[in-house]
């Protein structure tokens, strides 16, 4: 190697510096803030996963329930029969409902069943007084849940088979 060459890589090495001790921390620190951003977005998202689950099994309990109450006919028999599942029937509740607790895929959920009369058979006709059209409301929450978004509510109505115009 001549002394041009050695001359250049010398200047070569000069002009190439590696990082300092302070542009290396300054990076580690962004790094970090970086790194600690995307791990709460993580727990985050593990916990509205969780939530999410809770819901879907909630809506699968509350849909189970309500075909339940719908397979039951609306009749003079069952119209005023207390309400209780498995095997009661379609008496209106008290306005509070009725509230248990099930276990459904080792979480546990308060079901609130409430049966309301809309409409009755008017005063002098036959079975006067009588319901002829319900509200059914069906509202599912999980034990764990912390909010009011978490609570899955579905309606249906029902009208009896009685003959007449009511």
């Known amino acids: 190697m001549d002394r041009m060459d050695k001359k ?19 990076a580690l620190v962004i790094l970090m803030v970086i790194g ?3 791990a709460s977005l993580f727990t985050y ?15 699968a309990i509350a849909q189970k329930r309500m075909e339940w109450l719908r397979t039951i ?3 003079t028999q069952t119209r005023s029969v207390a309400y209780s599942y498995p095997d009661g029937g379609l008496a209106a509740t008290a306005t509070a409902g009725v509230t248990e607790t099930v276990t459904n895929a ?26 002829t ?26 009208s009896t088979q009685v003959t007449g115009s009511y």
């Open 106 to 131: 080792g979480r546990s959920y308060t079901i609130n069943t409430t049966i309301q009369d809309l409409n009755t058979v008017p005063a002098g006709n036959p079975d006067a007084g009588a319901p």
């Open 133 to 158: 059209l319900k509200r059914i409301q069906i509202s599912v929450t999980p034990a764990v849940a912390t909010t009011a978004f978490e609570t899955v509510t579905v309606y249906t109505q029902r």
């Open 8 to 26: 250049k890589l010398a200047t070569v090495a000069a002009s190439q510096r590696g990082f300092t001790l302070l542009e290396a921390a300054i």
């Open 73 to 75: 006919p609306f009749t």
């Open 45 to 59: 998202s593990i916990s509205a996963n969780s939530r999410a689950d809770d819901r879907e099994l909630a809506m």
């Open 36 to 38: 600690l951003g995307i």
